[in-house]
């Protein structure tokens, strides 16, 4: 099996944007529904987002409708979150999972910091 | 979409047996056969320890068990070890088979 490694994480201020990536090094990316799952400061774990194995059905958390999107490339086995009008209340690890009706394999996530 | 309730705390002593449960409704806990357990190490990614209600993956010991009765689901850990002193948390699908929610977490203390 492969390896997830999450980047992008960082400080951004309210109301902004910022792009998470999750790169798969193992060969099988393609055939597994993908997840990213996140966890506030002294807070427990959140499932944030699903994604099928090739893009064609998305489901995310109420909380995150609407401002973040998910989305894959199954070319460069790669896995993307883009979060917009972000809150004080999305600050968090953010890890990214494969998901086959359980989260089976965990990047050691990318910590989004929203501040001004 | 609201958080599966587990206790925020559990404790044991080294040896013996501790049981977390993971109370939902008949709309995620009750309604799918697929709950599952994460054990997590502060500052390290979640490990899977348990799917579907009773299964365990390859490599993680027979001293985690799980179960479920009605809309409560429980994970026991026999024999405690000093390194199983984590965070668990129980996760299941919900009403639209394709969101997840998780418990809120129990941090298991090995005294």
């Known amino acids: 099996e492969g390896q997830l490694v999450e980047s992008g994480g960082g400080l951004v201020q309210p109301g902004g944007s910022l792009r998470l990536s999750c790169v798969d090094s193992g060969l099988t990316f393609r055939n597994y529904w993908m997840s990213w799952v996140r966890q506030a400061p002294g807070k427990g774990l959140e499932w944030v987002a699903n994604i099928k194995e090739d893009g064609s059905q998305k489901y995310y958390v109420d909380s995150v409708t609407g401002r973040f999107t998910i989305s894959r490339d199954n070319t460069k086995n790669s896995l993307y979150l883009q979060m917009n009008s972000l809150r004080a209340e999305d600050t968090a690890v953010y890890y990214c999972a494969r998901y086959q009706l359980a989260f089976d394999y965990w990047g050691q996530g990318t910590l989004v910091t929203v501040s001004s | ?111």
């Open chain 2, 1 to 111: 979409q609201s958080a599966l309730t587990q206790p925020p705390a559990a404790s044991g002593s080294p040896g013996q047996s501790v049981t977390i449960s993971c109370t939902g409704s008949s709309s995620d806990v009750g309604g799918y056969n697929l709950v599952s357990w994460y054990q997590h190490h502060p500052g390290k990614a979640p490990k899977l320890i348990i799917f579907e209600v009773t299964k365990r993956p390859s490599g993680v010991p027979d001293r985690f068990s799980g179960s479920k009765s009605g809309n409560t689901a429980s994970l026991t850990v026999s024999g405690l070890q000093a390194d199983d002193e984590a965070d668990y948390y129980c996760c299941s699908c919900t009403g639209s088979h394709n969101h997840v929610v998780f418990g809120g977490g129990t941090r298991l203390t090995v005294l």
